[in-house]
Protein backbone atom coordinates (compact mmCIF):
# COMPACT_ATOMS: atom_id res chain seq x y z
CA UNK A 1 0.00 0.00 0.00
CA UNK A 2 0.78 3.59 -0.88
CA UNK A 3 0.12 6.81 -0.43
CA UNK A 4 1.13 10.57 -1.60
CA UNK A 5 3.24 12.85 0.81
CA UNK A 6 3.70 16.68 0.58
CA UNK A 7 4.42 17.91 -3.02
CA UNK A 8 2.76 14.36 -4.64
CA UNK A 9 5.74 12.20 -3.65
CA UNK A 10 4.80 8.90 -2.62
CA UNK A 11 5.08 7.39 0.76
CA UNK A 12 5.21 3.66 1.42
CA UNK A 13 3.31 2.33 4.29
CA UNK A 14 3.62 -1.55 4.27
CA UNK A 15 6.35 -2.37 6.91
CA UNK A 16 6.84 1.03 8.65
CA UNK A 17 4.02 1.38 11.67
CA UNK A 18 4.59 4.90 11.66
CA UNK A 19 3.26 5.74 8.43
CA UNK A 20 0.53 3.05 8.27
CA UNK A 21 -2.82 4.02 8.53
CA UNK A 22 -4.30 0.86 9.26
CA UNK A 23 -2.50 0.69 12.65
CA UNK A 24 -3.35 4.80 13.53
CA UNK A 25 -5.58 5.23 16.20
CA UNK A 26 -6.50 1.45 16.70
CA UNK A 27 -8.15 0.95 13.15
CA UNK A 28 -7.72 -3.08 12.21
CA UNK A 29 -4.98 -3.88 10.33
CA UNK A 30 -5.40 -4.02 6.14
CA UNK A 31 -5.75 -7.28 4.07
CA UNK A 32 -1.97 -5.97 2.37
CA UNK A 33 -0.43 -5.03 6.12
CA UNK A 34 -1.37 -8.67 7.06
CA UNK A 35 -0.39 -10.31 3.85
CA UNK A 36 2.88 -8.65 4.02
CA UNK A 37 3.55 -9.83 8.15
CA UNK A 38 2.83 -13.71 6.92
CA UNK A 39 5.06 -12.88 3.72
CA UNK A 40 7.95 -11.72 6.58
CA UNK A 41 6.77 -14.74 8.57
CA UNK A 42 7.33 -17.16 5.62
CA UNK A 43 10.49 -15.16 4.52
CA UNK A 44 12.25 -15.31 7.90
CA UNK A 45 11.51 -18.96 7.93
CA UNK A 46 12.44 -19.68 4.42
CA UNK A 47 15.87 -18.26 5.80
CA UNK A 48 16.15 -20.40 8.20
CA UNK A 49 15.45 -23.10 6.33
CA UNK A 50 18.16 -22.58 3.91
CA UNK A 51 20.53 -21.57 6.47
CA UNK A 52 20.09 -24.76 8.17
CA UNK A 53 20.49 -27.19 5.03
CA UNK A 54 24.04 -25.27 4.29
CA UNK A 55 26.38 -27.52 6.37
CA UNK A 56 24.71 -31.24 7.10
CA UNK A 57 26.20 -32.59 3.97
CA UNK A 58 29.59 -31.56 5.28
CA UNK A 59 29.41 -32.05 8.73
CA UNK A 60 27.94 -35.20 8.59
CA UNK A 61 30.27 -36.85 6.64
CA UNK A 62 33.11 -36.09 8.22
CA UNK A 63 32.56 -38.51 12.03
CA UNK A 64 31.85 -41.29 9.32
CA UNK A 65 35.10 -41.11 7.18
CA UNK A 66 36.54 -44.23 8.62
CA UNK A 67 32.94 -45.89 8.30
CA UNK A 68 33.11 -44.49 4.23
CA UNK A 69 36.67 -45.32 3.97
CA UNK A 70 36.81 -48.84 5.28
CA UNK A 71 33.69 -49.90 3.23
CA UNK A 72 35.18 -48.28 0.02
CA UNK A 73 38.88 -49.05 0.36
CA UNK A 74 39.58 -45.21 0.55
CA UNK A 75 42.84 -44.06 2.00
CA UNK A 76 43.07 -40.08 3.42
CA UNK A 77 43.51 -38.54 0.07
CA UNK A 78 40.90 -39.81 -1.32
CA UNK A 79 38.85 -39.24 1.58
CA UNK A 80 40.19 -35.42 1.88
CA UNK A 81 39.24 -35.30 -2.06
CA UNK A 82 35.83 -35.82 -1.29
CA UNK A 83 35.55 -33.46 1.34
CA UNK A 84 37.43 -31.14 -0.42
CA UNK A 85 35.48 -31.32 -3.87
CA UNK A 86 32.72 -29.27 -2.59
CA UNK A 87 34.83 -26.52 -1.21
CA UNK A 88 36.35 -26.17 -4.72
CA UNK A 89 32.67 -26.17 -6.19
CA UNK A 90 31.89 -23.27 -3.93
CA UNK A 91 35.05 -21.10 -5.26
CA UNK A 92 34.26 -22.32 -9.55
CA UNK A 93 29.61 -21.87 -8.99
CA UNK A 94 29.74 -19.28 -6.63
CA UNK A 95 29.96 -16.61 -9.13
CA UNK A 96 27.30 -18.00 -11.21
CA UNK A 97 24.81 -17.83 -8.46
CA UNK A 98 23.91 -13.53 -8.55
CA UNK A 99 23.19 -13.87 -12.97
CA UNK A 100 21.11 -16.47 -12.14
CA UNK A 101 19.30 -14.62 -9.65
CA UNK A 102 19.33 -11.73 -11.60
CA UNK A 103 17.90 -14.03 -15.04
CA UNK A 104 15.15 -16.11 -12.83
CA UNK A 105 14.62 -14.69 -9.36
CA UNK A 106 16.52 -15.54 -5.88
CA UNK A 107 13.91 -17.57 -4.49
CA UNK A 108 13.42 -19.64 -7.63
CA UNK A 109 17.18 -20.26 -7.96
CA UNK A 110 17.26 -21.16 -4.13
CA UNK A 111 14.20 -23.81 -4.65
CA UNK A 112 15.91 -25.30 -7.44
CA UNK A 113 19.51 -25.35 -5.03
CA UNK A 114 17.60 -27.19 -2.58
CA UNK A 115 16.13 -30.16 -4.57
CA UNK A 116 19.53 -30.53 -6.04
CA UNK A 117 21.14 -30.11 -2.86
CA UNK A 118 18.77 -33.37 -1.77
CA UNK A 119 19.79 -35.26 -5.27
CA UNK A 120 23.36 -34.95 -4.47
CA UNK A 121 23.32 -36.35 -0.91
CA UNK A 122 20.90 -39.53 -2.40
CA UNK A 123 23.72 -39.77 -5.40
CA UNK A 124 26.52 -40.06 -3.04
CA UNK A 125 25.40 -43.22 -1.32
CA UNK A 126 23.95 -44.52 -4.16
CA UNK A 127 27.13 -46.72 -5.32
CA UNK A 128 30.80 -46.91 -4.83
CA UNK A 129 33.68 -43.93 -5.32
CA UNK A 130 32.54 -42.89 -8.32
CA UNK A 131 28.58 -42.26 -6.77
CA UNK A 132 30.47 -40.20 -3.61
CA UNK A 133 32.31 -38.18 -5.86
CA UNK A 134 29.65 -37.35 -8.57
CA UNK A 135 27.28 -36.78 -5.13
CA UNK A 136 30.20 -34.60 -3.25
CA UNK A 137 29.95 -32.62 -6.57
CA UNK A 138 26.06 -32.14 -6.65
CA UNK A 139 26.36 -31.11 -3.09
CA UNK A 140 29.05 -28.53 -3.70
CA UNK A 141 27.31 -26.74 -6.56
CA UNK A 142 23.99 -26.64 -5.05
CA UNK A 143 25.32 -25.20 -1.65
CA UNK A 144 27.68 -22.61 -3.57
CA UNK A 145 24.47 -20.98 -5.23
CA UNK A 146 22.98 -20.81 -1.92
CA UNK A 147 25.61 -19.79 0.17
CA UNK A 148 26.15 -16.84 -1.97
CA UNK A 149 22.11 -15.70 -2.19
CA UNK A 150 21.66 -15.85 1.59
CA UNK A 151 22.90 -12.56 2.49
CA UNK A 152 20.98 -10.58 -0.51
CA UNK A 153 17.80 -12.36 0.46
CA UNK A 154 18.32 -11.33 4.26
CA UNK A 155 19.40 -8.02 2.55
CA UNK A 156 16.06 -7.91 0.91
CA UNK A 157 13.29 -9.13 2.77
CA UNK A 158 14.87 -7.63 5.80
CA UNK A 159 16.39 -4.58 5.22
CA UNK A 160 16.12 -2.87 8.71
CA UNK A 161 17.50 -5.83 10.52
CA UNK A 162 20.33 -7.09 8.11
CA UNK A 163 22.89 -7.48 11.68
CA UNK A 164 20.23 -9.36 13.93
CA UNK A 165 19.19 -11.74 10.78
CA UNK A 166 22.58 -12.26 10.11
CA UNK A 167 23.62 -13.52 13.23
CA UNK A 168 20.29 -15.47 13.77
CA UNK A 169 20.69 -17.09 10.27
CA UNK A 170 24.58 -18.11 10.80
CA UNK A 171 23.77 -19.76 14.14
CA UNK A 172 21.65 -21.73 12.68
CA UNK A 173 24.17 -22.73 10.11
CA UNK A 174 26.59 -23.45 12.96
CA UNK A 175 23.11 -25.60 14.69
CA UNK A 176 23.04 -27.32 11.40
CA UNK A 177 26.46 -28.60 11.33
CA UNK A 178 25.89 -29.62 15.42
CA UNK A 179 23.26 -31.64 14.67
CA UNK A 180 25.11 -33.30 12.03
CA UNK A 181 27.64 -34.55 13.49
CA UNK A 182 26.58 -35.23 16.74
CA UNK A 183 23.72 -37.47 14.83
CA UNK A 184 26.16 -39.25 12.43
CA UNK A 185 26.73 -42.11 14.36
CA UNK A 186 23.45 -42.54 15.92
CA UNK A 187 22.14 -42.15 12.47
CA UNK A 188 24.52 -44.79 11.23
CA UNK A 189 23.04 -47.29 13.75
CA UNK A 190 19.44 -46.47 13.18
CA UNK A 191 19.94 -47.14 9.29
CA UNK A 192 22.11 -49.75 9.77
CA UNK A 193 25.41 -48.17 7.86
CA UNK A 194 26.59 -45.21 6.88
CA UNK A 195 24.66 -44.61 3.51
CA UNK A 196 21.57 -44.04 5.34
CA UNK A 197 22.82 -41.32 7.87
CA UNK A 198 24.03 -39.59 4.92
CA UNK A 199 20.81 -39.96 2.96
CA UNK A 200 19.04 -38.72 5.78
CA UNK A 201 19.36 -35.17 5.18
CA UNK A 202 17.89 -34.83 2.23
CA UNK A 203 14.46 -34.45 3.91
CA UNK A 204 14.89 -31.35 5.40
CA UNK A 205 16.74 -30.03 2.09
CA UNK A 206 12.66 -30.41 0.75
CA UNK A 207 11.35 -29.39 3.73
CA UNK A 208 13.09 -26.41 3.01
CA UNK A 209 12.29 -25.76 -0.67
CA UNK A 210 8.74 -26.54 -0.07
CA UNK A 211 8.82 -23.13 2.43
CA UNK A 212 10.42 -21.55 -0.35
CA UNK A 213 7.73 -22.13 -3.18
CA UNK A 214 5.36 -19.62 -1.74
CA UNK A 215 8.25 -17.06 -1.94
CA UNK A 216 9.65 -18.03 -5.33
CA UNK A 217 5.84 -17.09 -6.71
CA UNK A 218 5.73 -13.59 -5.28
CA UNK A 219 4.10 -14.72 -1.72
CA UNK A 220 5.42 -11.24 0.66
CA UNK A 221 7.15 -9.51 -1.70
CA UNK A 222 7.90 -5.66 -1.47
CA UNK A 223 6.02 -3.79 -4.68
CA UNK A 224 7.62 -0.54 -5.62
CA UNK A 225 11.37 -1.35 -3.95
CA UNK A 226 13.60 1.24 -4.60
CA UNK A 227 16.03 0.90 -7.21
CA UNK A 228 19.79 0.17 -6.25
CA UNK A 229 22.63 3.03 -6.47
CA UNK A 230 25.10 1.96 -9.40
CA UNK A 231 27.66 0.36 -6.97
CA UNK A 232 30.81 -2.13 -7.96
CA UNK A 233 33.41 -4.14 -6.06
CA UNK A 234 35.67 -0.79 -6.28
CA UNK A 235 33.53 1.77 -4.61
CA UNK A 236 31.59 -0.08 -1.95
CA UNK A 237 33.36 -1.43 0.08
CA UNK A 238 35.97 -0.41 -1.61
CA UNK A 239 38.68 -3.24 -3.01
CA UNK A 240 41.39 -3.02 -0.76
CA UNK A 241 38.12 -3.88 2.24
CA UNK A 242 37.17 -6.76 -0.49
CA UNK A 243 40.24 -8.43 -0.66
CA UNK A 244 40.44 -8.26 3.44
CA UNK A 245 36.98 -10.07 3.25
CA UNK A 246 37.89 -12.63 0.74
CA UNK A 247 41.31 -13.23 2.31
CA UNK A 248 39.67 -13.50 5.94
CA UNK A 249 36.76 -15.68 4.37
CA UNK A 250 38.84 -18.03 3.01
CA UNK A 251 41.28 -18.31 5.80
CA UNK A 252 38.19 -18.72 8.44
CA UNK A 253 36.25 -20.98 5.84
CA UNK A 254 40.02 -23.67 5.99
CA UNK A 255 40.20 -23.72 9.66
CA UNK A 256 36.40 -24.72 10.13
CA UNK A 257 36.53 -27.00 7.25
CA UNK A 258 39.72 -28.53 8.66
CA UNK A 259 38.08 -28.66 11.70
CA UNK A 260 34.91 -30.66 10.25
CA UNK A 261 36.66 -32.79 7.91
CA UNK A 262 39.56 -33.94 10.56
CA UNK A 263 38.86 -32.77 13.94
CA UNK A 264 37.33 -36.42 14.83
CA UNK A 265 39.84 -38.25 13.00
CA UNK A 266 42.15 -36.28 15.39
CA UNK A 267 40.81 -36.56 18.91
CA UNK A 268 40.43 -40.38 17.60
CA UNK A 269 43.87 -41.19 16.64
CA UNK A 270 44.70 -39.38 20.71
CA UNK A 271 42.27 -41.78 22.23
CA UNK A 272 38.56 -40.83 22.19
CA UNK A 273 36.02 -43.06 20.40
CA UNK A 274 34.18 -42.17 17.34
CA UNK A 275 31.04 -40.96 18.84
CA UNK A 276 32.85 -39.17 21.31
CA UNK A 277 34.78 -37.48 18.85
CA UNK A 278 31.68 -36.77 16.93
CA UNK A 279 29.77 -35.35 19.93
CA UNK A 280 33.05 -33.28 20.67
CA UNK A 281 33.03 -32.11 17.15
CA UNK A 282 29.24 -30.73 17.57
CA UNK A 283 30.28 -29.15 20.96
CA UNK A 284 32.59 -26.91 18.91
CA UNK A 285 29.69 -25.71 17.04
CA UNK A 286 26.82 -25.90 20.30
CA UNK A 287 29.29 -23.49 22.50
CA UNK A 288 30.29 -21.82 20.04
CA UNK A 289 26.68 -20.62 18.54
CA UNK A 290 24.87 -18.22 21.20
CA UNK A 291 28.80 -16.63 20.85
CA UNK A 292 28.50 -16.20 17.61
CA UNK A 293 24.82 -14.66 18.15
CA UNK A 294 25.82 -12.11 20.84
CA UNK A 295 28.65 -11.08 18.81
CA UNK A 296 27.36 -10.51 15.84
CA UNK A 297 24.68 -8.86 17.26
CA UNK A 298 26.91 -6.15 18.85
CA UNK A 299 28.93 -5.59 16.13
CA UNK A 300 27.03 -2.83 14.57
CA UNK A 301 30.09 -0.75 12.52
CA UNK A 302 33.02 -2.41 10.89
CA UNK A 303 35.90 -1.54 13.34
CA UNK A 304 34.14 -3.55 15.95
CA UNK A 305 33.40 -6.34 13.42
CA UNK A 306 36.88 -6.29 12.22
CA UNK A 307 38.46 -6.34 16.17
CA UNK A 308 35.89 -9.40 17.06
CA UNK A 309 36.66 -11.15 14.08
CA UNK A 310 40.42 -10.50 15.00
CA UNK A 311 39.72 -11.49 18.81
CA UNK A 312 38.13 -14.80 17.37
CA UNK A 313 40.99 -16.00 15.12
CA UNK A 314 43.50 -15.83 17.75
CA UNK A 315 41.22 -18.08 19.41
CA UNK A 316 41.30 -21.07 16.71
CA UNK A 317 45.46 -20.09 16.41
CA UNK A 318 45.94 -21.02 20.36
CA UNK A 319 43.41 -24.05 20.14
CA UNK A 320 45.35 -25.72 17.31
CA UNK A 321 48.94 -24.55 19.12
CA UNK A 322 47.66 -26.64 22.27
CA UNK A 323 46.95 -29.45 20.15
CA UNK A 324 49.87 -29.57 18.55
CA UNK A 325 52.22 -28.64 21.74
CA UNK A 326 50.23 -30.38 24.56
CA UNK A 327 48.52 -33.32 22.66
CA UNK A 328 48.29 -35.33 26.04
CA UNK A 329 46.07 -32.76 27.94
CA UNK A 330 42.31 -33.11 27.72
CA UNK A 331 40.89 -32.30 24.35
CA UNK A 332 38.04 -30.26 25.93
CA UNK A 333 40.15 -27.30 26.52
CA UNK A 334 40.86 -26.96 23.02
CA UNK A 335 37.66 -27.42 21.82
CA UNK A 336 36.41 -24.64 24.37
CA UNK A 337 39.49 -22.63 22.17
CA UNK A 338 37.64 -23.68 19.00
CA UNK A 339 33.99 -22.79 19.84
CA UNK A 340 35.72 -19.36 21.03
CA UNK A 341 36.88 -18.87 16.91
CA UNK A 342 33.25 -19.85 15.89
CA UNK A 343 32.03 -16.33 15.75
CA UNK A 344 34.54 -15.29 12.86
CA UNK A 345 31.98 -17.14 10.94
CA UNK A 346 28.93 -15.20 11.77
CA UNK A 347 30.99 -12.06 11.68
CA UNK A 348 32.75 -12.44 8.03
CA UNK A 349 29.11 -12.96 6.49
CA UNK A 350 27.57 -9.73 8.59
CA UNK A 351 30.72 -7.77 7.01
CA UNK A 352 29.27 -9.10 3.43
CA UNK A 353 25.70 -8.38 3.87
CA UNK A 354 26.16 -4.70 5.77
CA UNK A 355 28.91 -3.33 3.69
CA UNK A 356 26.88 -3.82 0.26
CA UNK A 357 24.66 -1.12 -0.38
CA UNK A 358 21.45 -3.49 -1.36
CA UNK A 359 20.45 -6.68 -2.00
CA UNK A 360 21.88 -7.06 -5.59
CA UNK A 361 24.97 -5.53 -4.46
CA UNK A 362 24.99 -7.79 -1.90
CA UNK A 363 24.67 -10.89 -4.06
CA UNK A 364 28.16 -9.87 -6.23
CA UNK A 365 30.05 -8.78 -3.34
CA UNK A 366 29.42 -12.28 -1.42
CA UNK A 367 29.78 -13.91 -5.14
CA UNK A 368 33.33 -12.81 -5.16
CA UNK A 369 34.12 -13.03 -1.89
CA UNK A 370 32.94 -16.54 -1.52
CA UNK A 371 34.42 -17.44 -4.57
CA UNK A 372 38.29 -16.34 -3.80
CA UNK A 373 37.19 -17.30 -0.03
CA UNK A 374 36.78 -20.98 -1.31
CA UNK A 375 39.60 -21.14 -3.22
CA UNK A 376 41.94 -20.82 -0.86
CA UNK A 377 39.88 -22.97 1.85
CA UNK A 378 39.70 -26.09 -0.37
CA UNK A 379 43.13 -26.24 0.16
CA UNK A 380 42.83 -27.09 3.87
CA UNK A 381 41.44 -30.40 3.69
CA UNK A 382 43.33 -31.74 1.01
CA UNK A 383 46.56 -30.49 3.19
CA UNK A 384 46.32 -31.52 5.99
CA UNK A 385 45.09 -35.17 4.64
CA UNK A 386 48.51 -34.80 2.45
CA UNK A 387 50.39 -34.27 5.21
CA UNK A 388 48.73 -37.26 7.49
CA UNK A 389 49.63 -39.83 4.77
CA UNK A 390 53.40 -38.35 4.37
CA UNK A 391 53.87 -37.83 7.88
CA UNK A 392 51.84 -40.75 9.98
CA UNK A 393 51.07 -38.17 12.79
CA UNK A 394 48.90 -34.84 12.74
CA UNK A 395 51.39 -32.67 13.88
CA UNK A 396 52.67 -31.09 10.58
CA UNK A 397 48.70 -30.81 10.19
CA UNK A 398 48.29 -29.13 13.75
CA UNK A 399 51.48 -26.98 13.23
CA UNK A 400 50.66 -25.51 9.66
CA UNK A 401 46.22 -24.73 10.80
CA UNK A 402 48.44 -22.72 13.62
CA UNK A 403 50.12 -20.55 11.30
CA UNK A 404 47.48 -20.38 9.25
CA UNK A 405 44.98 -18.94 12.28
CA UNK A 406 47.88 -16.68 13.30
CA UNK A 407 47.58 -14.82 9.87
CA UNK A 408 44.12 -14.73 9.93
CA UNK A 409 44.35 -12.46 12.89
CA UNK A 410 45.64 -9.56 11.68
CA UNK A 411 43.76 -9.75 8.19
CA UNK A 412 40.43 -9.73 10.62
CA UNK A 413 41.75 -6.58 11.90
CA UNK A 414 41.92 -4.91 8.73
CA UNK A 415 38.33 -5.89 7.53
CA UNK A 416 37.45 -3.14 10.06
CA UNK A 417 39.41 -0.52 8.15
CA UNK A 418 36.90 2.54 7.43
CA UNK A 419 37.54 4.85 4.40
CA UNK A 420 37.61 8.17 5.94
CA UNK A 421 36.97 6.99 9.18
CA UNK A 422 33.25 6.48 8.57
CA UNK A 423 31.10 3.54 8.14
CA UNK A 424 30.33 2.14 4.67
CA UNK A 425 27.64 1.95 3.04
CA UNK A 426 25.11 -0.42 4.45
CA UNK A 427 27.05 -0.44 8.03
CA UNK A 428 23.94 2.37 9.28
CA UNK A 429 21.16 -0.53 8.88
CA UNK A 430 19.94 -1.05 12.59
CA UNK A 431 20.98 -4.66 14.21
Known sequence: MSGTGEGGAPTATIGHPAGDPARAGGARPTGATVAAGAGACLAGAAVIGVAFNLRPALAGFSPLTGDVGGSLDLGAGVLALVTTLPLVCFAVFGPAA???????????????TLILLAGGLLARTAGGTAALVVGAVLVGVAIAVANVLLPGMVKRRFPHNVGLLTAVYAGVIGAGAAVAAGAAQPLMAVFGGWRGSLAFWALPALVAAAILIPLARGVGAAPGAPAEPPTSLATSPGWPVTAALAAFFGLNSMVFYVELAWLPEVLVGRGSSPGEAGLMLAAVQIVGLPLGFVVTAMARTPKAQGRWAA??????????????????????LWIVLFACGVPAFPLSLAMVAMRADGPAQADRLSGFVQSIGYLLAAAGPLAVGALYDLTGGWAAAMAGMTLVATVMTPVAWLCGYERNESPPPGTSVKA
Open 98 to 112: APLAARFGPERVLVG
Open 311 to 332: AASAASALGFAGMLLAPDLPPH
